[in-house]
């Protein structure tokens, strides 16, 4: 930098800085693009500045579980154990889980909608989740009371909780109230419920009322059952406000029915570009299968700067000119 200037380079910048700024940028240039530009802006992607907040919920419902697990470990190890808040739909393994936990310790915000947690899972990891205080377990079909009650047990903190289903999981299918009583004995808390389409009585509602006294929103769309009275409601909770259980011309659709392979640029990654932190990439293997459509690999256009890249053979990449 010239001496006198104004202006300060950007590859000057302290990593925390640079982390801010790079967190407004698409996972995918996080990843492949910035720590090809300079020794500074690597340091700060692979460290975990950029990483305090991981949401890949978008990106994890159009890829292969494997590549999910794969890409979850590698974002939460560069974490360092500074991780706050975590959105990704569709696990599977009870690995993952179990790492997620290993990895709680800073951990407030918990979304996992769509995945394949179960009851005796979350029982064995909800005491290392104690300082959650927003989660999101929606459409998680294998999961029911026991699990509620485990996290309302251990997660004191919890004011937020997001346990909606999906209108074709519950149709024709009897009342059943044990997640609402659940949530009311262990959650007294809460500020914000949403349980959508849950098949639960006008009576486990009050009772979810009455225990959690600083709920402030309670999503009821779908949960044709429960009858509530508003000149009650407006009495008895004036600052509460409760959407549903009528819904007008809205039906709620499962995410899973927007994915398409050429929706947005979080279909595909170039995963040669990561491999070498994931250890599990062989070069010699057809890569077609890391991309959803055919000539994605020359949409993805990489600028490369002059500065220093003698860490570039450290990812397997060649070194920029």
Known sequence: MEEGSDYRR????????????????????????????CKSWSKAVTGPYCWQEIDIEEWSNRCQPDHLDQMLEMLITRSCG????????????????????????????????????????????????SVITFLDVSYCGKIGARALEAIGKNCKLLVGLCRN?????????????????AIASTMPNLKHLEMAYHLISTTSVLKILSSCPELGFLDLRGCWDVKLDDKFLKDKF?????????????????????????SDAFDYFAWEFVAGEMGEFDEDEDDESYWDDEGRLEELELRFYEGNNEDAGLYGWPPSP
């Open 165 to 181: 289903l999906h209108p074709l999981d519950t149709a024709g299918k009897p009342l059943q109230d044990d997640e609402a009583y």
């Open 238 to 262: 004036p600052k509460l406000k409760v959407l549903g259980p009528l819904v007008i011309d809205y039906y709620e659709r499962n995410d899973w029915d927007d994915c398409s392979d050429s």
């Open 82 to 129: 500074s991780l706050r808040k975590l959105c990704v739909s569709g696990l599977h393994t009870e690995m993952i889980f179990n790492f997620i936990a290993e990895n709680a310790g800073s951990l407030q915000t918990l979304r996992l909608p769509r995945s394949e947690i179960s009851d005796s899972i979350v029982e064995q990891i909800a005491s290392r989740l």
């Open 10 to 37: 950007w590859d000057e910048l302290i990593p925390d800085a640079l982390g801010l700024i790079f967190s407004n940028l698409p996972l995918q240039e996080i990843l492949t693009v910035i720590p090809r530009v």
